[in-house]
């Protein structure tokens, strides 16, 4: 398998998942601006949000994963088919419960994500109400994340990748054509929510068929939960979800402190955070989708120098393209924040608050998608314990931090506290690769990286000069305008980066891997 043809793949698809969810909050910020109501629907969406990342994307998948492709390559198709089975039972009966418990202790639950909203009771209705629709997308992205790591074990990127793009349609539709016919417009975002996880789930169904992986739900609940190869996944499960629960509980502590800043805050941020996820995304997640089934393959055959080699490939990568990336979101903060979002009630002052969190999380964006390739190399090998504890570290670390900056910067400071925290995190997991002897670095490290600082410094002069004869804000009725300005001056940026890093001996071959 060519992994960097596999990334483009995977990269397009997410690429038309991101355009859509920038189409999704173009229309958001609109129709809706930042206010007391939007805070209501982004933290009651974090909450179903924040759990699918903990039982689904993050704990489930770290702990299935390496789990399933043991089977695949040791235990024969069978052994696999009943894995599948018993596995999906054992989720779909936990998460059923999870929901159930979640609708029925949605004030409360508000409450402990958002105290600050209990001085509007309005704005914490809301939330409630919508948290209490949008709950059962846990139930729907558990299963949706079954469903990708099946299919990603059995090198099918598409569906996986391309299944982000149904939620982002279904809030497109909402937007359009549901929440200008309700009392409570922002309401119609909570249903478009759970539509779109109902749709992720559904779409999957084809491809499981195609593969002969179509899992079977069992009610026979207690001896689904005593399969040896479902007790192998919690035991994984147990830490791994005290490793995702460390990020997620930084991400409540600082959803809570947001909502005692200014009307509007949680809402820049979710704004910001969309930008940054786009390069996070097309990177960090491609990359780690491809990593993991890769890495685990390599460690159930015992090819430590094939593990080694994905490592520092996926390195490689993430820097050529990871930092570019990063300089857009400090030097272009302005520029991306009107073209997307300075529509309707989206003003002046939301620009300004929106592009300081964007730097923010420009500062830290590396450490961000490092942390997405550096960790499948401790699950691959079944070790979560290592990045539950450097977790722990980086929570404590985070949160010092915010004491510091949100004083001094307000919303900014939480993304620059979190952008600096990943960066961290990433660090401790190299070190911690490095002294097992899990990654060895390929030589030419040094030379790579000094020609790399060269170009990056010459996009940010670039971006900065280029982007300085416009005024961004004043071109708001001309918006095909401002955008062809903006597509104008990245494509200027990219010619000179990827011009540079060419001049100085890079080539795209260099950076081709064939797995096995």
């Given at each position: 398998m060519n992994l960097l043809k596999t990334l483009f793949t995977i990269s397009g698809m997410t690429m038309l998942s991101r355009i859509t969810g920038l189409i999704r909050e173009l229309l958001i910020a609109r129709a809706f601006g930042a206010s007391g109501f939007t805070d209501a629907f982004f933290v009651a969406f974090r909450i179903p949000n924040l759990l699918r990342r903990l039982f689904a994307e993050g704990a489930f998948s770290q702990a299935f994963v390496p789990i399933l492709a043991e089977y695949t390559n040791q235990k024969g198709a069978d052994a696999t088919r009943e894995l599948v089975n018993k596995v999906a039972s054992a989720l779909f009966w936990a998460l059923m419960i999870v929901t159930v418990i979640g609708v029925i202790t949605a004030p409360t639950v508000v409450f402990l994500i958002a105290t600050g909203f209990d001085d509007n009771p309005a704005v914490f209705q809301s939330s409630v109400v919508m948290t209490r629709i949008m709950f059962p997308y846990i139930l729907f992205m558990s299963l949706v994340a079954l469903a990708g790591g099946i299919l990603n074990t059995w090198?099918?990127?598409?569906?996986?990748?391309?299944?982000?793009?149904?939620?982002?349609?279904?809030?497109?539709?909402?937007?359009?054509?549901?929440?200008?016919?309700?009392?409570?417009?922002?309401?119609a975002l909570a249903f478009a929510v759970f539509v779109g996880g109902l749709l992720q789930l559904l779409i999957q169904i084809p491809a499981l068929k195609k593969i002969n992986m179509l899992p079977r739900i069992s009610f026979r609940v207690f001896a689904v939960f005593r399969n040896e190869g479902v007790r192998r996944v919690i035991s994984q499960m147990i830490p791994a979800t005290f490793a995702v629960s460390v990020a997620q509980i930084s991400l409540m502590i600082n959803t809570n402190i947001a909502s005692h800043l200014p009307n509007g805050s949680v809402s820049w941020l979710s704004y910001a955070d969309r930008l940054m996820e786009f390069p996070n995304a097309l990177l960090g997640v491609a990359l780690g989708t491809i990593l993991l089934p890769s890495l685990s393959r390599a460690h159930a055959k015992q090819d430590t120098e094939e593990y080694s080699a994905l490592l520092d490939w996926g390195l490689r990568l993430t820097f050529l393209l990871a930092m570019p990336a990063a300089v857009f979101l400090m030097t272009l903060p302005e520029p991306f924040t009107t073209t997307l979002f300075h529509y309707g009630k989206f003003n002046v002052q939301d620009v300004s608050m929106t592009s300081n969190a964007l730097v923010a999380y420009g500062v830290g964006l590396i450490g961000l998608i490092l942390v997405r390739i550096l960790a499948p190399g401790f699950y691959a090998k079944q070790d979560i314990r290592t990045p539950v504890k450097i977790a722990v570290v980086v929570l404590i670390i985070t949160q010092l931090m915010n004491l510091v900056f949100v004083p001094w910067i307000a919303h900014a400071g939480l993304a620059l506290a979190i952008g600096l925290g990943a960066c961290v995190n990433a660090v401790c997991l190299y070190i911690g690769l490095r002294r097992r002897g899990i990654y060895t670095p390929v030589a030419g490290w040094l030379m790579f990286l000094t020609k790399l600082a060269g170009a990056l410094f010459l996009l940010a002069g670039v971006a900065l000069w280029a982007a300085s004869y416009f005024d961004w804000t004043g071109m708001q009725s001309t918006p095909l305008y401002r955008a062809g300005v903006l597509a104008g001056v990245m494509t200027l940026c990219g010619v000179v980066y990827f011009g540079a890093l060419l001049a100085m001996g890079f080539r795209p071959r260099d950076f081709k891997r064939i797995a096995s």
């Open positions: 090198r099918e990127f598409r569906i996986p990748a391309f299944t982000p793009v149904l939620l982002n349609v279904s809030f497109i539709v909402a937007s359009l054509f549901v929440a200008p016919h309700m009392d409570q417009p922002v309401y």
